[in-house]
């Protein structure tokens, strides 16, 4: 008989994780994580903790929307629980402006083909009911390119990603809300990167029927715990009369484990499938933190330490294309272009966590999810600064050191 292939324990080193996410989870969480008991998914405690996860969740994204929840997995998972109300022949306008988007728009087309456009091409069905919207990589989403789209196709449904962190850019939520009200659309958004970075409230974009996050970008949680979505009235009501073909992802039914059924609050929940108590008590603490912190704080801090970072980041002589507060989207110095991968690599190798884009342009992308304090954000402009070295660049380190100074100590003197 033949051993068994035994590999030695699995270790995992620490790292800055210095990209769009995940983020660094707070070591709250993961003690919250760890500590759980394994209580199963019908534990008073771990159902109590599903509702009041509810409540925290209605407060942080400031909605009133029943249907207001955690979906186990990952941003895809959530953005899978809100799509699937999208049906065969379904009209709907997909705004694309980076990957994120690119896959939203993929699976807006596999959930909207008819049978013979999906066997058609399985993988990258091409449905005549739905159509693409292009937007350049570096460009937002505008209030007017939604506007005229709307007019013109009148869909059903009408898709965009909030902030697109493939290339780092945040579109036009209140133009893209006004257009779905004026033209009759129901909005769905891709609020994955937005949510606990920006300080907006779901409630004052009526336009938009369907929200969904992830649990480990700007909620601090870890991945594969819960993926935040919130659905409107309408949705619900227009998802009653189509159904849908999936019982794990169905809007509804995954409600139930909420204590969400027949469109009310209930006191406790009931079986949708197995939950996970180390999961829910994760996400619980996650959400506690966002709301002692507070998400209108959070949004400041972001948007002072991104500061930073951009300023840093141009001293060396690099060009700044993205506009979200949570990452810098950036093309090397002149001399270094096309040398972007390699330098994302021998960060990577040192444990120091950025990311190249995925699509194409190739730029190099840094995250400060959950880095918000002056020691990290100069940590990664020295590691950053120390990378372009290795490539033969040079760094004007005085320079650097006179931008992040003047933005940090000009700052404290305005409080
Ligand atoms: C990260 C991200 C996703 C994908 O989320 P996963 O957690 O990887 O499943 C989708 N959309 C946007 C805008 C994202 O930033």
């Known amino acids: 008989m033949q051993s068994p292939q035994i590999f030695s324990k699995l270790v995992i080193p620490a790292t800055i994780a210095a990209g769009p996410g995940p983020g660094n989870t707070d070591t709250r969480v993961l003690e919250a994580f760890a500590g759980a008991g394994i209580a199963d998914h019908m534990h008073g405690d771990v159902l109590r903790g599903m509702i009041e996860c509810k409540h925290m969740l209605r407060q942080i994204w400031g909605t009133e929307n029943t249907h207001t929840f955690g979906v186990a997995g990952t941003g895809w998972s959530g953005l899978d629980v809100m799509f699937s109300a999208v049906m065969p022949g379904d009209k709907v306008v997909v705004f694309v402006n980076g990957t994120f988007s690119g896959i939203d728009g993929l699976t807006v087309r596999m959930k909207a083909a008819t049978a013979e456009e999906l066997a058609a091409n399985p993988l990258d069905p091409q449905p005549a009911s739905v159509t693409i919207i292009n937007v350049p990589h570096g460009q937002s989403v505008t209030g007017e390119i939604v506007d005229a789209a709307l007019a013109e196709h009148k869909p059903k449904w009408a898709a965009m990603a909030h902030w697109e962190t493939g290339s780092g850019r945040i579109n036009d939520i209140q133009g893209f809300s006004?257009?779905?009200?004026?033209?009759?659309?129901?909005?769905?958004?891709?609020?994955?990167?937005?949510?606990?970075?920006?300080?907006?409230?779901?409630?004052?974009?009526?336009?938009?029927?369907?929200?969904?996050?992830?649990?480990?970008?700007?909620?601090?949680?870890?991945?594969?715990?819960?993926?935040?979505?919130?659905?409107?009235?309408?949705?619900?009501?227009?998802?009653?009369?189509?159904?849908?073909?999936?019982?794990?992802?169905?809007?509804?039914?995954?409600?139930?484990?909420?204590?969400?059924?027949?469109?009310?609050?209930?006191?406790?929940?009931?079986?949708?499938?197995?939950?996970?108590?180390?999961?829910?008590?994760?996400?619980?603490?996650?959400?506690?933190?966002?709301?002692?912190?507070?998400?209108?704080?959070?949004?400041?801090?972001?948007?002072?330490?991104?500061?930073?970072?951009?300023?840093?980041?141009?001293?060396?002589?690099?060009?700044?294309?993205?506009?979200?507060?949570?990452?810098?989207?950036?093309?090397?110095?002149?001399?270094?272009?096309?040398?972007?991968?390699?330098?994302?690599?021998?960060?990577?190798?040192?444990?120091?966590?950025?990311?190249?884009?995925?699509?194409?342009?190739?730029?190099?992308?840094?995250?400060?999810?959950?880095?918000?304090?002056?020691?990290?954000?100069?940590?990664?402009?020295?590691?950053?600064?120390?990378?372009?070295?290795?490539?033969?660049?040079?760094?004007?380190?005085?320079?650097?050191?006179?931008?992040?100074?003047?933005?940090?100590?000009?700052?404290?003197?305005?409080?």
């Open 178 to 415: 006004d257009a779905c009200e004026k033209h009759g659309a129901m909005g769905l958004v891709d609020a994955v990167s937005s949510l606990g970075v920006e300080d907006f409230r779901i409630d004052d974009y009526p336009g938009v029927a369907g929200w969904a996050s992830c649990p480990q970008k700007g909620i601090c949680c870890l991945p594969l715990t819960y993926a935040p979505v919130s659905l409107t009235d309408r949705y619900v009501d227009t998802l009653k009369t189509t159904g849908t073909r999936s019982f794990v992802h169905h809007p509804l039914m995954e409600a139930r484990h909420w204590g969400i059924i027949d469109g009310q609050d209930v006191e406790k929940g009931t079986y949708h499938r197995t939950h996970s108590a180390y999961a829910v008590a994760a996400f619980h603490e996650a959400l506690r933190i966002a709301l002692q912190q507070t998400v209108a704080q959070r949004a400041k801090d972001y948007t002072h330490h991104e500061a930073a970072l951009r300023k840093a980041v141009a001293a060396m002589g690099c060009e700044v294309t993205s506009n979200m507060t949570s990452l810098v989207v950036l093309n090397l110095p002149g001399a270094l272009a096309g040398r972007e991968m390699e330098l994302v690599q021998n960060c990577r190798a040192r444990n120091f966590g950025i990311w190249p884009t995925l699509s194409e342009p190739v730029q190099v992308r840094i995250g400060i999810l959950n880095l918000l304090s002056e020691a990290t954000i100069r940590d990664i402009v020295v590691r950053f600064g120390q990378a372009i070295e290795e490539l033969g660049g040079s760094v004007d380190h005085a320079a650097v050191n006179a931008a992040l100074e003047r933005h940090y100590r000009v700052a404290v003197a305005a409080e």
